[in-house]
Structure formats: C-alpha cells, structure tokens
C-alpha cells in the first residue's frame, strides 16, 4: 500500500519567506509526526499528533513554526518568516496507534534557506 | 533534559565482521527502545526494537541488548554484508509516544 508521502521533496526559499510542508500519513494511522533533521544531527522531534486529542506542540523551537492536521489525517507544517537556521530536512511519520510502536516516516522535505 | 547518547559516530568494519554500536539514556522510566537505519538518501526505515520487559531480542543477523539497570543498550549485527552500509539510529521513549534521539552513527562496510 502506499507510505507516507511529503512534498516538496526539495524547497529553497529565501530569507524572510513563509513555506508549507505537506504530509500525507498511511491511511488509518491515527499518530502523527513532525521532526526536524539537520546534516549529522539525530531527529529533532517538533510536533505530534494523535486522533483529536490536542497536540503535543512541545518540540516546536520558536512562534514562527506551526501545523496543522485536518480531519485527522493529511498535516501541513508551516514556517514563517523562515531564517537560514531553519535549512534542515523535515521528516513527518505516522504510527497505527497512540503508544510507542513503529514510525513510519516519508521520504522528507529538504528544506534550504538563502 | 532527557537525552540519548550514541557511540560511536562514525564505524567502519570489514565485511563479514561484527558491529556493535551503543546508546545511554537518562529517563529511568523509558520502556520502548526502537532502531532505525537510514540509507543515503532515504527514509529511516524501523529494523528492530525492544521494551523493557526483556533484555534481548534477535531478527535473523541483527540483534538488540537492553541493561536497565546501567540504561543502556546495543545494536549488534553480525556477519556484516555491504548493504549494512547505512547511518543507524537509537531512541528511547519518553512517556507514551515521543522519543529521544541518538545523534546517529555512520556504519561503513570496508569489502
């Protein structure tokens, strides 16, 4: 069946500009995933979604991040006003259920600020 | 804060050798602790995980150790073959659904 999708799968923008980030999670996974990954560094976690419940926005690094998630399924990050130290690659995940279990995670959105 | 630390960054064994990488983590209470291997280029992809109710678990020439009591824990993959080749990942979960990193490790497959 099909995995999770991301798109872009590569955006360059400049300084200054507000970008989205698009994810379509595994049909039926009710969790949800945004983590950041910078060159040579582990997953940044951002974001986390599960059903309706509220999220977990814990890991966003600053008010310019944010995301949503409609009808429990397909998610947008957005960055606004995007700085260079924002260049990263994002990852979005889904998983079938709320407790720890296996992430599957789209192929990501290389993401470069100029 | 809670983290994970992973040894080492960067490993490099001939093929056919053995690899063992290590992580520590520092929330007692994490119970679920998942692999990941990303190849260049592509999506981490789950290759093994274990919780806190056993101290090992093995899938064909991949294994996994889990000491709680030292919170710490290890990769082995034996008999290693080129397309081992990839940047392994641990992690450790924090309550039910989040996950702290390791910072990856670089596993190259000398022929």
């Known amino acids: 069946g099909a995995g999770v999708s991301q798109s872009p799968s590569n955006k360059v923008t400049e300084k200054g500009k507000d970008v989205e980030l698009r994810c379509d999670p595994i049909s039926g996974h009710t969790a949800l995933y945004w983590y950041r990954q910078s060159l040579g560094q582990g997953l940044e976690f951002l974001i986390y979604f599960q059903g309706n419940s509220a999220p977990d926005k814990s890991g966003l690094p600053s008010d310019r991040f944010s995301a949503e998630r409609t009808g429990g399924s397909v998610s947008t990050l957005t960055i606004q006003r995007t700085q260079q130290e924002d260049s990263a690659v994002y990852l979005c995940a889904s998983s079938p259920t709320a407790v720890n279990t296996e992430a599957f995670f789209g192929q990501g959105t290389r993401l470069t600020v100029v | 804060g809670e983290n994970v630390e992973q040894h080492p960054s960067t490993l490099s064994v001939q093929e056919g050798d053995s690899a063992v990488i290590k992580c520590t983590y520092s929330d007692s209470a994490s119970n679920y602790f998942p692999w990941y291997k990303q190849e260049l280029g592509k999506r981490p992809q789950l290759i093994i995980d274990i919780r806190s109710n056993v101290g090992e678990k093995k899938d064909q020439r991949i294994a996994v150790t889990l000491n709680k009591t030292a919170k710490h824990f290890s990769l082995h993959i034996t008999e290693t073959q080129p397309e081992d080749s990839a940047v392994y990942f641990c992690?450790?979960?924090?309550?039910?659904?989040?996950?702290?990193w390791g910072a990856g490790t670089k596993l190259i497959i000398k022929p």
């Open positions: 992690a450790a979960s924090i309550g039910n659904y989040q996950l702290i």
